[in-house]
Each structure stands twice: as structure tokens, then as C-alpha cells.
């Protein structure tokens, strides 16, 4: 099994950038599809966005051409880049990791196998 841990959150004004980390560890990298979900305060976990093994990612309509998910699979890493950030995108972010072969369902939690602690993500107008 993996485990996650994210980083990189922060407080950021309206209009700025952050780019968050989530680094895997225990297992090998390449055995996972990744995804990203954030949580706001009285609120379900929310899927962001998914990469592949392949390196083919799905967005979140709301988050479509601000942000942007990579990874890095020789470094064990996954990061989020979070462009144009308006308060609606306050949350704890979320990195999640799917073991299981990909069966076309990505943005639902109950489709991954590990999560990470979270990271928090304050946008302030």
C-alpha cells in the first residue's frame, strides 16, 4: 500500500497561485491513479481532479483552465497547480491514490484506495 502526504497549502489572496504537493510512499508509484478532492467547512469531499497512469487527466468543470494536475512518477510525486483562485476554492485538499484497475469511474471517493491527511487551502477576496 501507499501513503500519501500533501503539502503546500497556504493562504493566498483572490487571483493568486499555489501549487501543491502530495508525495507517495511504500509502494511503487506507477501502481496508481491519482486524484485530488477538496472539503470546505460543512461540506462532502469533492473531487478536483484525476491522472492516470497514462498521464490522461479529467477535471472538475469549475476548475477547468486554472488549474492543472501533473505527476511525476520517478520522484513518487503528484502535484496540483491552482491558477486564478477565487474564495470558492477554500478547502483542505485532498490526495487520494486508486489501486485498483481503472474502470472509468474517477470522482467519487469511494473509488480510491488511500487517502492523505490533507493540506488547507484559504482564498481570501
Known amino acids: 500500500q501507499v501513503q500519501l502526504v500533501e503539502s503546500g497549502g497556504g493562504l493566498v489572496q483572490a487571483g493568486g497561485s499555489l501549487r501543491l504537493s502530495c508525495v507517495g510512499s511504500g509502494d511503487t508509484f506507477t501502481n496508481y491513479n491519482m486524484g485530488w478532492f477538496r472539503q470546505a467547512p460543512g461540506k462532502d469531499r469533492k473531487f478536483v481532479t484525476f491522472i492516470r497512469k497514462s498521464g490522461t487527466t479529467y477535471y472538475e468543470d469549475s476548475v477547468k483552465g486554472r488549474f492543472t494536475v501533473s505527476r511525476d512518477n520517478a520522484k513518487n510525486m503528484v502535484y496540483l497547480q491552482m491558477n486564478s483562485l477565487a474564495p470558492e476554492d477554500t478547502a483542505v485538499y485532498y490526495c487520494?491514490?486508486?489501486?485498483?484497475?481503472?474502470?472509468?469511474?474517477?470522482?467519487?471517493?469511494?473509488?480510491?484506495?488511500?487517502w492523505g491527511q490533507g493540506t488547507q487551502v484559504t482564498v481570501s477576496s
Open positions: 487520494a491514490a486508486r489501486q485498483r484497475p481503472y474502470s472509468g469511474t474517477y470522482s467519487d471517493t469511494n473509488a480510491y484506495d488511500y
